[in-house]
């Protein structure tokens, strides 16, 4: 079983709709859990980190996590042209704290 | 703004040459990470390394892979002997804390062709 599973999109949204990505892990031991974006040919970067079953907002974004479900997902509200970008799930593993697992990640295009 | 540093940003080496990616992680992070991305794959956890020793590794950073902190700034990841599927994006991140607890800053990447 892979540990970190994600739709691989493409997933299309219009520019200010809401978009809906999910993530499923198998660690049901993971702890922390982490929605990075990245853009074509550069780094991930952090957009939020979530620890504890329910909802955590920080702007647009909305992160939801479900540990009885090892489900996690992100909105975005309003999305925007500027988030069109590849979201990728990561998943802190049961036996090391400092192992973060990526998930193969979900593309985002949002169309003007 | 802080920012993790990797030289150089494009690396073309020849099979079986050795090869040294370098980092320069943010100045007070003490856990130090690289991931390599294959184009098109995902991210993939290669090695953790703490307070100058290596605290987690992954089934990918066999015998040909070491880390170095050969000073107070640089994180080094050396490959021995590069092979074709070698080839990839690596990333040097860094942070505060363990990074199951966490952000981790990631690096702009240095892209390993091997030919």
């Known amino acids: 079983q892979k540990e970190v599973e994600q739709n691989s999109g493409p997933l299309s949204v219009p520019e200010g709709a809401i978009a809906s990505l999910n993530c499923t892990y198998s660690d049901r031991g993971s702890q922390s859990f982490f929605w990075y974006r990245q853009y074509s040919g550069k780094s991930p970067e952090l957009i939020m980190f979530?620890?504890?079953?329910g909802d955590k907002e920080d702007g647009r974004f909305t992160a939801q996590l479900n540990k009885a479900s090892q489900y996690v997902s992100l909105l975005i509200r309003d999305s925007q042209p500027s988030d069109s970008a590849t979201y990728l799930c990561?998943?802190?593993?049961?036996?090391?704290?400092?192992?973060?697992?990526f998930g193969p990640g979900t593309s985002l295009s949002v169309i003007p | 703004e802080p920012e993790v540093t990797q030289t150089p940003s494009h690396q073309v080496t020849q099979m079986g040459q050795e090869v040294i990616l370098r980092c320069v992680p943010i100045?007070?992070?003490?856990?130090f990470y690289w991931y390599r991305q294959i184009l098109g794959q995902k991210v993939e956890f290669l090695v953790s390394?703490?307070?100058?020793?290596?605290?987690?590794k992954s089934e990918i950073f066999d015998d040909q892979f070491s880390v170095e902190r050969p000073d107070g700034s640089n994180f080094t990841l050396k490959i021995r002997s590069t092979k074709l599927e070698d080839s990839a994006m690596y990333f040097c991140a860094s942070s505060e804390r363990p990074a199951g607890n966490t952000e981790a800053f990631f690096g702009q990447g240095t892209r390993l062709t091997v030919v």
């Open positions: 390394f703490y307070n100058n020793e290596i605290s987690e």
């Open positions: 100045s007070n992070h003490l856990y």
């Open positions: 979530i620890y504890s079953n």
């Open positions: 990561a998943v802190n593993g049961k036996t090391s704290y400092d192992k973060v697992i």
